[in-house]
């Protein structure tokens, strides 16, 4: 069955840094786009950036310059490096991934569980 775990969310003062880790398993045979999401409460779920397999990437435009998003083939692993945190950005941190498995010839959707992201002083 495969899955995605989050981990490496917290608390943080405004302007800190968190790093997040997204690790995928479970039969695999491709990854194929991965990316962050995160949802505010009362507010809708919105892309914060995304890697395609070959290593493009895409960042919402009100964090360019301050997160970086990469990943590891080999691990199967992705990473969100957050710097110059903003209290707006307190959120549920969520992984994505389009995935084939090993087991059938498809390419699906995969999330995470999410992983709290808070800035406050």
């Known amino acids: 069955q495969v899955q995605l775990v989050e981990s490496g969310g917290g608390l943080v003062q405004p302007g800190g840094s968190l790093r997040l880790s997204c690790a995928a398993s479970?039969?695999?045979?491709?990854?194929?786009?991965m990316g962050w999401y995160r949802q505010a409460p009362g507010k809708q779920r919105e892309l914060v950036a995304e890697?395609?397999?070959?290593?493009?990437?895409n960042y919402a435009d009100s964090v360019k310059g301050r997160f970086t998003i990469s990943r590891d083939d080999a691990k199967n692993t992705m990473y969100l490096q957050m710097n110059s945190l903003k209290p707006e950005e307190t959120a549920v941190y969520y992984c994505?991934?389009?995935?084939?498995?090993?087991?059938?010839?498809?390419?699906?959707?995969?999330w995470g569980q999410g992983t709290q992201v808070t800035v406050s002083s």
């Open positions: 994505y991934a389009e995935i084939r498995s090993r087991l059938f010839a498809v390419t699906r959707p995969y």
């Open positions: 479970g039969g695999i045979f491709s990854i194929n786009a």
């Open positions: 890697v395609t397999r070959g290593g493009t990437t």
